[in-house]
C-alpha cells in the first residue's frame, strides 16, 4: 500500500515484503500433465512387464577395468568454483529480478500479459506506475545484495561472477576434451535415451535402479543431465544474458529478435536459473 504524508511523498508499508508466486494456469497445467503423463507411464510399464533392465556401460562401469578412475584434482576444483560462482549469480539474479518481478513473452510488457510474476499486486489502471512502485523487497539471505531497489549493486555481482562462471567452464571443458574424464559424463549411443528412460522408470516407482558403483559413475539419467547443463544451459543462459544488454541490441538487434526478443531472452533465461536450481538439487 502507497499513500503520501502531509508533505506529498510516498510513504511505503511493509505490505511491499509480501511475497507471492503467480504463474500463468496454461503453464502449470502444461506442467502438471506432462509430469502426470511421464510418472504414469513409469508405473503401468512395471505393472504390465517389470522394470526394465539397465546394461551396465562405460559411464556406471567407473572404477571397473574400463573407463576413468576416481575424480582428479582439477574437477573437484572446477565443481567448487562452479558451485560458488552458480549461487552468487542465482543470489545476485534474484535481486535483479525483483526490481521488475514480472515475466514476459512479448516486448510489451503490457499489463496483465506476464505469465510469471513474484508480487500479489497487479498493475493499476488510470494511474502513473512505474518500476519503483513494482519492486519489491526480497531478504539479503536469499538476494545479493537484497533488500529493495539494489539493481545497480546486483547487477554488478552479477556481471562479475559471470566471468569466474564462464572461465570455470572453460576450463572444466578443456579438461574433459584433453583426457578420459569425458566416457564418464558425455553418452557414446543413441541407446542412452532407452537406459535413460529405464533408470527414470525406476525412481518414479521408488525403486532405486542397479549402480554398483554408483559414487564414481553416473547412470544415464545423471549423464544426460550433466551434458544437458554444459551443452545446453550454460551456453543458453550466456546467449539470453546478452541479449538482455541494451548495448548490444541496439548494435545487433537481430540478435535478441533470435530469441524471440529481450523479454524472451528474459524469461529464457530464469527458466535456465530453474534448471541449475534443479541440478544442483537433483543429480
Given amino acids: 500500500m502507497v499513500e503520501f504524508d502531509s508533505a506529498h511523498r510516498k510513504v511505503h508499508y511493509p ?4 511475497f507471492r508466486i503467480w504463474i500463468d494456469r496454461r503453464f502449470i497445467y502444461g506442467f502438471a500433465f506432462l509430469a502426470i503423463a511421464v510418472f504414469a507411464a513409469a ?14 556401460g562405460p559411464a556406471l562401469g567407473q572404477g571397473q577395468n574400463r573407463g576413468p578412475h576416481g575424480f582428479p584434482g582439477w574437477i573437484r576444483w572446477t565443481h567448487f568454483f562452479n558451485f560458488l560462482f552458480l549461487t552468487l549469480l542465482i543470489r545476485s539474479g534474484f535481486s535483479i529480478l525483483m526490481d521488475h518481478p514480472r515475466l514476459y513473452w512479448n516486448d510489451h510488457c503490457t499489463p496483465g500479459t506476464e505469465w510469471m510474476r ?3 499486486l497487479k498493475v493499476p489502471t488510470g494511474q502513473r506506475w512505474t518500476a519503483k512502485d513494482d519492486a519489491r523487497y526480497i531478504s539479503p539471505l536469499i538476494g545479493l545484495p537484497g533488500y529493495k531497489h539494489t539493481i545497480g549493486m546486483a547487477r554488478s555481482w552479477h556481471f562479475l561472477n559471470v566471468y569466474g562462471f564462464v572461465l570455470t567452464g572453460i576450463v572444466f571443458v ?5 583426457t578420459d574424464q569425458w566416457l564418464r559424463l558425455v553418452p557414446t549411443s543413441p541407446t542412452v535415451l532407452v537406459e ?3 533408470t527414470f522408470a525406476h525412481y518414479a516407482t521408488f525403486t532405486l535402479p ?3 558403483n554408483g559414487f564414481y559413475g553416473y547412470n544415464a539419467l545423471q549423464q544426460l543431465a550433466y551434458v544437458a547443463t554444459v551443452i545446453l544451459m550454460a551456453p543458453l543462459s550466456i546467449l539470453t544474458g546478452m541479449a ?8 545487433m538487434p537481430w540478435f535478441a529478435k533470435m530469441l524471440g526478443g529481450r523479454q524472451s531472452a528474459r524469461s529464457i533465461h530464469f527458466l535456465m536459473l530453474v534448471g541449475f536450481l534443479g541440478f544442483l538439487v537433483g543429480p
Fill in 196 to 198: 535413460a528412460w529405464a
Fill in 15 to 18: 505490505e511491499d515484503r509480501r
Fill in 174 to 178: 578443456i579438461g574433459l576434451c584433453t
Fill in 118 to 120: 513474484f508480487t500479489p
Fill in 244 to 251: 538482455m544488454s541494451p548495448a548490444l541490441v541496439n548494435r
Fill in 210 to 212: 542397479p549402480e554398483p
Fill in 43 to 56: 508405473w503401468i510399464q512395471r505393472t504390465i512387464s517389470g522394470l526394465p533392465d539397465i546394461p551396465i
